[in-house]
């Protein structure tokens, strides 16, 4: 049986009202091994880069760091609000924007997207939504680098689960799937979830 998509998430607004970013499960406080590994083998060090979902924003600011023009969005106003203030706290320039990838309005394009945990949380009716919104940021050539729940993690609570031939399929014909390397999930949770890293190309 199919967990509805509104009792399979909290509402993200109401969570990060009322709990620190650092308690969440996906909260990792520096840049995630699996993108930094991408970065470098991509050769990836400056340019346009989106960080979907934000969430906390450590992923953005991690980023901005390293040189890069950095913008992180995210579904909660609160998450936005606190990311905002950690940057400014960390003396990091990152534009951070309120924004529903599913009704998006944000404008420009970007060399990268980075989604460590947006895309996993949609409903399965949306994905060609998500698919859409992407490909419109990112120009012919421009990479998504994309983290998801791992169809390999045992159970179904939590985000949705994927294999590489269904990030493929998901995506085609508009993303060509370059790699898909099973991983993990940093984050708060013990042990790690089991995850899937994917770098896609557009087309």
Do not use: N
């Not at 989604?115 to 698919?131: E, K, L, S, T």
């Not at 790699?179 to 979830?193: H, K, M, N, R, W």
């Amino acid at each position: 049986m199919t967990t509805p998509q509104s009792e399979r998430f909290p509402d993200w607004e109401t969570l990060y009202r009322q709990r620190p970013g650092e308690t969440l499960p996906w909260y990792y406080a520096d840049l995630d091994p699996d993108l930094e590994a991408a970065l470098r083998d991509h050769g990836l060090a400056r340019g346009r880069l989106l960080d979907l979902g934000t969430g906390p924003g450590t992923q953005a600011i991690a980023l901005a760091a390293r040189g890069f023009d950095a913008t992180g969005s995210d579904l909660s106003a609160t998450a936005v609000a606190k990311a905002t203030e950690l940057a400014r706290a960390r003396g990091v320039r990152v534009t951070f924007v309120q924004d529903d990838v599913l009704a998006s309005q944000l404008t420009g394009s970007f060399d990268v997207v980075f989604d460590r945990g947006c895309f996993h949380v949609i409903d399965p009716a949306r994905r060609g939504d998500y698919v859409d919104a992407v490909a419109r940021w990112l120009a012919p050539g421009g990479l998504l680098l994309l983290k998801t729940f791992s169809r390999l993690q045992p159970d179904d609570a939590g985000p949705h689960r994927f294999s590489p031939e269904e990030i493929r399929t998901t995506f085609a014909p508009r993303f060509e799937l370059l790699s898909a390397t099973e991983t993990v999930y940093q984050g708060t949770l013990d042990p790690l979830p089991k995850a899937l890293f994917s770098v896609l190309r557009r087309v």
